[in-house]
């Protein structure tokens, strides 16, 4: 499917994910190619594998464990609930490789984040409010990071998220590949977009709000 890896396309037939649905018909092929993507799609529409296999994908190109502290992929949510719903989505994907997929959320033992990251992780889906108390901790590296996704970026924008977005986007590894998903598209979004994006390839599945 789409041009997948093998161990990609056995892990959705596991899945009983046959065909693709509209917006990773049209995100997966741009974000294989290495375009920045806008992808505007409500939640439901099958967004989190829009941009989490072409992710998985990269990464299963890239063989070599991540150092110590270090994160080569990063995935911004705005609650600990879609997270952990991201995170129980990749890794069954990632199930037979090395990919390592870690969570890092407010209310849970920042120690034990810290244990784990200390590891080196894959792909990390995190709130950026629990990012940055790790970061000021000195807990973890983003400067190898080569890919951001960030998912459902409206919501994020109704808690501030921008602040959070300047502190960490420096501290990324360049050349990188940006992926942002919104159900809505306000203009600070397109404000965020022009920002933190290039030369986005925009794709879209129902009428923003």
Do not use: W
Request: aromatic residues 2%.
């Amino acid at each position: 499917m789409l041009g997948l890896a093998p161990t990609l396309n056995a892990a959705l037939k596991r899945a009983g994910l046959t065909e693709p649905t509209p917006i990773q018909n049209q995100a997966i092929p741009l974000a294989m190619d290495g375009h920045d993507v806008l992808g505007l799609a409500q939640t439901g529409t099958g967004k989190t594998l829009a941009f989490g296999l072409p992710l998985i994908n990269t990464l299963l190109d890239q063989p070599g464990k991540p150092k110590p502290k270090t994160v080569k992929a990063l995935i911004l949510a705005p609650t600990r609930e879609l997270v952990n719903q991201i995170a129980d989505n990749l890794r069954p994907l990632t199930e037979g490789s090395k990919i390592f997929v870690a969570t890092v959320v407010g209310g849970q033992s920042i120690n034990r984040q810290i244990g784990v990251l200390a590891r080196g992780v894959d792909v990390l889906v995190a709130t950026p409010g629990r990012l940055i108390d790790l970061m000021d901790r000195g807990s973890v590296d983003l400067s190898q990071t080569r890919h951001l996704v960030l998912d459902e970026a409206d919501q994020m924008l109704d808690l501030g998220f921008i602040h959070a977005l300047r502190r960490i986007a420096p501290k990324l590894g360049t050349p990188r590949q940006t992926m942002l998903f919104s159900a809505t598209m306000p203009k600070q979004m397109e404000e965020l977009s022009a920002a933190y994006l290039t030369n986005p390839r925009r794709v879209q599945v129902s009428p923003p709000g």
